[in-house]
């Protein structure tokens, strides 16, 4: 399964962003998809997921501002991100799992004046 992130880039706090994650698959078939991300000097972290069942499970500190949603006929997966704060800066890492994980290359969001 390939994903390709895009969407990333600098933002001033407050303001929003739209990562998308293109898989060149029918992601129908695929049970789970959703974000990390990797801040530096940090571990990779959950921010959402999201399941064929439109499921969603958030980091409980990123629900209020990030909305995860999928688009099976177009295979793509997007996190619509509000409210941006500095410590939101990160690479974000698209995911597909199904019996195993696979990953993008990641996108990279800056946050900042």
């Known amino acids: 399964v390939q994903l390709v992130e895009s969407g990333g880039g600098q933002v001033q706090p407050g303001g929003s962003l739209t990562l998308s994650c293109q898989a060149y698959?029918?992601?129908?078939?695929?049970?789970?998809m959703g974000w990390h991300r990797q801040a530096p000097g940090k571990h990779r972290e959950l921010v959402a997921t999201?399941?064929?069942?439109?499921?969603?499970n958030y980091e409980r500190f990123m629900k209020d501002r990030f909305t995860i949603s999928r688009d099976g006929p177009k295979n793509t997966v997007y996190l619509q991100m509000n409210n941006l704060k500095p410590e939101d800066t990160a690479v974000y890492y698209c995911l597909a799992a199904h019996g195993r994980t696979w990953w993008g290359q990641g996108t990279q969001v800056t946050v900042s004046s």
């Open positions: 999201i399941t064929s069942g439109q499921s969603t």
């Open positions: 698959t029918d992601i129908r078939s695929i049970n789970v």
